[in-house]
């Protein structure tokens, strides 16, 4: 089956710092992932379509210049959370597009101090 | 814009009980519907998903779910819910010519032993 994989599983950074996620599609190539954030107790929120060897697109009221993203392969999108700040803690997914589904990673729980 | 309702946020039942969790997308056109399930600690599975001919569409572990187009929902059901089914279930829905998929809220299914 589709294989989606992400590193760190768990981050804790002091504010001000930026922390990197990675998202890896790991049997098979992605031309277009996706991140979401996931609040407690809530659904997940599309932050932007990551598209490999372009700009990723964001969603209305995502900040790209704090999230940026990387999609420098077919099989790896990274999302860099610059500056993190306390707000910014959450559980960020992201998914690999195969078709017309999309294959989601374990997530990365982040949390700011 | 899409949208995705899900009528329950939090359901407990008690085994054996018969299970349907409630879906309503707002979309005009054609759309692919899925349900996902996460369950405690672990990352988002595709459940079933409806692109389209028969809207009765049958997946994983005994669940199902219809599409009824005229009434914009696509309900999940299981006739004999076990312990094992506690989890959060998401409904999502996109259109076949656009990349992004909407979650709804989930609902957060609570077996009782």
């Known amino acids: 089956g589709a294989v989606v994989s992400q590193h760190p599983s768990r981050v804790i950074c002091k504010s001000g710092t930026s922390v990197k996620i990675e998202c890896r599609s790991l049997d098979f190539q992605a031309t277009t992932m996706f991140w979401y954030r996931q609040f407690p107790k809530q659904s997940l929120m599309l932050m932007a379509t990551?598209?490999?060897?372009?700009?990723?697109?964001?969603e209305q009221g995502v900040e790209k210049d704090k999230f940026l993203i990387n999609h420098a392969s077919l099989t790896l999108s990274t999302l860099t959370v610059t500056s993190a700040h306390p707000e910014d803690s959450s559980f960020y997914i992201c998914?690999?597009?195969?078709?017309?589904?999309?294959?989601f990673g374990p997530g990365t729980r982040l949390t700011v101090l | 814009a899409q949208s995705v309702s899900q009528h329950n946020h939090h359901v407990i039942l008690s085994e054996a009980a018969s299970l349907e969790l409630g879906c309503n997308y707002s979309y005009g056109g054609t759309v692919n519907l899925f349900w996902y399930v996460q369950y405690p600690g672990q990352h988002l599975q595709l459940l079933l998903k409806?692109?389209?001919?028969?809207?009765l569409v049958k997946g994983i572990k005994g669940f199902e779910a219809e599409f009824i187009k005229s009434k914009f929902s696509f309900n999940l059901r299981k006739p004999s819910v076990q312990w094992s089914d506690t989890a959060e279930y998401f409904c999502?829905?996109?259109?076949?010519?656009?990349?992004?998929?909407?979650f709804g809220k989930g609902t957060r299914l609570h077996i009782l032993p």
């Open positions: 990551s598209n490999e060897g372009s700009k990723a697109t964001y």
């Open positions: 998914s690999a597009r195969l078709g017309y589904e999309q294959f």
């Open positions: 999502a829905v996109n259109a076949p010519r656009d990349d992004k998929i909407i």
């Open positions: 409806y692109f389209s001919g028969d809207p």
